[in-house]
């Protein structure tokens, strides 16, 4: 096996270093060098300082094969990656004509008029390529100098994710071409992350695939990856090994979503589903109906954040937070929106009523063999355990369907 | 006014180059340096490798007077920043029997018994003062070594952020002691970042306060940071100022929320309110249930994912998305949950209709005076015009709350 192309990222901005922004790009990149056999060794960040940032960009190029930076590519008197880069490359700046136009023409489609500031975004040095960046008005950049790559992108995520996912990940696979590389992820809900490591313990000792856990809202994941010829061979191996050690508590694989493997379910056998939430104020609708698919299966629901009694929608009054409660909305919203399925969560907010316990949560499923509830505490804060509840409600949802056979189980 | 102190911060951990988990420690140390004058100069992300770490804490330690370093303190042969800090130094690791005792102390409470391994976590160097850590095994270090400081903090949050503030940040404040330091955020909506930028050009020469401004999802934030015995009266000036340029796109200040500014004038008054939501799909209700007075005002609502006539409600039969259509979800919704107030959003997703062009949002109220809608577009992706409309809808509500005198304009 060949050895790793090393690589670094640069993140470039002042308010990066105010603690203003999250640097989620260099996550997201860091993510996905593994997939591509890139070594990933090192993340700098730093304010928009064209000396410290020519000395970051020198010092890496002597550490690594392939730079990446993202930020400083704005209009403004700020935006300094540009200059830094041209002065450690001793190169000149100059206006790239046909950016310019395109630039202008951007700009008359967004109904107004380019702001000269906005000209330096169409600077390049010889050595650069220029990369088209559909979402905004900076180009990104992929120099080639010395046998090294610099990777240059604009700072703000919508703009970023796309310039890496259609220019610059084609490139940098093209450029430096590597074994067969493979990942699956394998994806768990209702798991402890130490539980996971532990059963998958054995498999982290291989060299091939290497493994990753990764802790997510949606639950545990892990992720394997292999190189080699038989590197879907070594990863079915290794899936099917994993699975059967943390069944049945995988749910998917992959970017499968726990709302879509639930709405495929549904929509595949024509099911529609209603929801009623106290507790999570709308977010478990809020992520069923994120998906493009919900609107074949998901009618909408109920929010509730008051006495049910109060409501004026003629539901069950109620005097507490319970499993039988939960049954009742969800029945009850079953037949309001005359759906195949209710699904509903109620809730007792520790904060709320200023005690110490846990968050207590309760959920209910109605469907047409009768209704099932469930009930979890969560020690965590108030907005973790609303997330937790809604991811929850899925899980609970897609264990029914099991147990009712209209899904099965992941194999 | 004296020079500012100058700092970097080194996150320790394979798993962070990987993308595994995002470092949230840094960015929140970020956060909190310009409060007590430390100007942060760089971020540093590496693996656990001793000689790459020992090189980058040595550069560092050439460059600023304050390094900040979390993780890698656990007990197992990969993390290796004590070692790396001795070799730096050139300091003698030794095993510090009281650390000892106190990590055997704590596994004893924890009913368990100290591995073996774990005893690398009671070394130190001489130079290095022990810093409790109520929440894990890993003590902190204070080190003092040619006028410089080095804080080594573990690296899980929970750990890191207790440590942080009973440890780390006292002893920076006697350590390098500043002039008053005093923050102001000023929040507003529906203004570009660009335009905020113009008019606030003027406050930017100024050495004191100096100015940031920030793109949240709820809208251009401009942070003022004042140094010296009149900072208070600085920033109520500027602040003044600034709000004067803005208005009437302030919504608020520091730790204000939309959802609480509206809120406060809704409870204030004894009005309640419910929404309709089609478009965001219970994200508007989970906006606004999130904070606890929201029990004092929002008595929920209804989710809508497909034709309005379907949902078995009674909600009026419309045939397309217009502002007539929002206002008239709006005083359903109202009559419904008899609430003082009814909120709606509907929308055209251009993604789910396959077209190419823009999200068109609609905005209904109604109240006590009747029904008001607003129209507004969004050229972004899905997942951002949901949260961009769902925080338009409560702007509006807040334009309507004002026009109606039953809130004020932020002074």
Redesign the interface.
Known sequence: MKKNVKAEIISIG???????????N?????????LIGIE????????D?IK?LAQ?IRQSLSRSSVIITTGGLGP?QDDLTREAIALVLEEELFTDTDLVKELKAQFIRMGREMPPSNLQQAMRIPSAASLPNPRGTAPGWWVETNGKVIAVMPGPP?EMLPMWQNEVLPRLKTRFPVDVIQARTIKTFSMQEARVGELVQPYFEAANPTL????KPDGIQVRLIAKGSDAAHLLDITEKGIKEKLAPYVWGTDNDTLEGVVGQALSHRGLTLA?M??F???????I???S?L??RF?????????DLA????GFPVTDGVTGAVAEAMAQSIKD???TDIGLSITGVDC??VASNQSDVVYIGVADALGTKSWTQQFMIN??DS?ERAAVSALFRLRERLIENKQMDYVK
Do not use: W
């Open positions: 002042t308010e990066l270093l105010r603690g203003e922004i999250t640097d989620t260099a996550v997201y990149i860091a993510s996905q060098l593994p990933l060794q090192r993340i700098t960040t730093s304010g300082d410290k970051i403004t919508r990753g856990i990764y802790a929801t939430e106290q999570t104020g709308g977010l478990l609708g809020h069923i109906s994120n493009t919900s609107l998901y009618r909408g629901g109920v929010i509730v954040n008051s109060d409501t004026g929608l309001r929106f005359s904060q709320r108030r907005s609303v």
